[in-house]
């Protein structure tokens, strides 16, 4: 079946680039998200991108797409300590049969 | 306020009990969903609604109920809550417009003893 896989845990420091990866099996994929999970709260919508993109950029964050690989990834600049969270990546389908399935999360530490 | 709203925040329980969790949003959203997440498994969907009368299984099903009371409304019911049911249960809702994008509420954290 369909699979959406992340690393667990990624760990940097403050003001240096974050680099989360995803990897996703289904090729019907339309849109790619990343969503933000902080402690006690639900999940947040940070970006998402359409599958014939390669590139989306929005203020630190860009996302990148290799469509040909399946593979997903988000980076965040200057990385501040507020950034620490899980980060869960997700795709959907909008034809036939609903689909949207999201990624294990991968949990970011920002070290001060 | 919260766009969407669940109740309780948490929950603990017996084995063998009936739970019901409930959602409320003020989005206007004709979406609404219910996951679960468990550690290092990620969010799992257990049913939809597209709208009022729509009621959807998802991947999770078994061992859940939903009713969608109004657009605002979908409540998750346990009808005989089990241990392997602890987690946390977030609602949702998205706008359906062909982008997806989710709005989750707070969570409830249910435990069942």
């Known amino acids: 079946g369909e699979d959406v896989e992340q690393s667990l845990f990624l760990s940097v420091r403050e003001g240096d680039s974050s680099v989360i990866n995803c990897t996703y099996t289904?090729?019907?994929?339309?849109?790619l998200y990343w969503y933000k999970q902080e402690p006690g709260a639900g999940l947040q919508l940070l970006t998402y991108i359409f599958s014939n993109m390669d590139m989306k950029q929005d203020q630190r964050l860009t996302v990148l797409l290799n469509k040909k690989d399946k593979h997903l990834s988000l980076r965040i600049a200057d990385t501040q300590t507020g950034d620490s969270a899980i980060y869960f990546c997700a795709e959907s389908t909008t034809s036939g049969t609903y689909k949207y399935i999201f990624g294990t999360g991968t949990r970011l530490k920002v070290l001060a | 306020d919260a766009d969407v709203t669940q109740t309780p925040r948490n929950r603990i329980t017996k084995t063998g009990k009936r739970i019901m969790l409930e959602c409320s949003q003020t989005k206007g959203h004709d979406r609404m969903y219910w996951y679960r997440q468990d550690p290092g498994l990620g969010l799992r969907l257990i049913y939809y609604?597209?709208?009022?009368?729509?009621?959807n299984k998802g991947e999770i099903s078994d061992g859940y109920s939903v009713s969608r009371q109004a657009q605002a409304k979908f409540s998750l019911s346990l009808e005989s809550a089990i241990p392997n049911q602890t987690a946390l249960y977030f609602c949702?809702?998205?706008?359906?417009?062909?982008?997806?994008?989710?709005?989750f509420g707070s969570g409830t954290q249910l435990s069942v003893l």
């Open positions: 289904d090729s019907s994929s339309t849109y």
């Open positions: 949702a809702t998205s706008e359906g417009q062909g982008n997806e994008k989710l709005f």
């Open positions: 609604s597209f709208d009022v009368k729509d009621i």
